[in-house]
């Protein structure tokens, strides 16, 4: 008999971490082998003991799963870690793949699919829910249609949103005003404004720096 798959599950609702154990509790073929609410117990957990999989909430009280998940990853890169969240976005979806997430289920996800998901990521597949999946499939869609910019314009873009004057961003970055001046005008005809109320406004209102 193969042994059985061990999963840990990270969520900060106890009630999210009882549900599961009590849907999985009559299974030989996955044994949960502990919890976590938060990530700095989910990091302890690994000093002495092991998992092959990780359910792994997206908003955690200390760090986000997300970070967290490239943080796991780098430490340890064999581990299978799937998104467990209500978050149906597709940045939340998206983010969490980039960051090395084998899969993506919703809280509201049945037994039968939960087992299905743990299945496909431990034989080394990608499984991310149906609605996860259209949503991703949007944001991508999105994304490609979204102008690209230079990493030095992401950087002043930042700073002009948080409502940094020209001098203010020049002396931030150790760069000539001019030099900012014609960065902030290349955004501009890059994503067609003509000011910076209109600049802020794109930005804000197409979330534009979460697909940079």
Do not use: W
Request: hydrophobic share 40%; proline share 2%.
């Amino acid at each position: 008999m193969c042994n059985p798959i061990k999963l840990l599950i990270v969520d900060d609702h106890q009630m999210i971490i009882e549900g599961i154990q009590s849907l999985l509790e009559d299974q030989t073929t996955v044994k949960i082998v502990g919890t976590a609410t938060n990530a700095k117990l989910c990091e302890q957990f690994f000093i002495t003991q092991t998992a092959d999989i990780v359910f792994m909430d997206i908003n955690l009280p200390d760090l986000s799963g997300i970070d967290l998940t490239a943080l796991l990853l780098k430490k340890y890169p064999t581990l299978n870690i799937i998104a467990l969240s209500t978050f149906t976005q597709g940045t939340y979806v998206r983010k969490m793949i980039e960051s090395g997430a084998k899969g993506y289920l919703l809280k509201n996800a049945s037994k039968f699919e939960i087992l299905k998901a743990i299945e496909v990521v431990h034989s080394g597949q990608k499984y991310i829910s149906p609605e996860a999946q259209e949503a991703l499939n949007y944001e991508l869609n999105l994304q490609k249609k979204l102008p690209k910019i230079t990493k030095r314009e992401k950087e002043i873009l930042v700073l002009i949103v948080e409502g940094l004057t020209n001098s203010h961003i020049a002396e931030k970055l150790f760069i000539s005003i001019d030099t900012v001046d014609s960065h902030r005008k290349n955004l501009y005809s890059k994503l067609n404004v003509n000011n910076t109320a209109r600049l802020v406004g794109f930005v804000n209102e197409n979330k534009y720096l979460d697909y940079l």
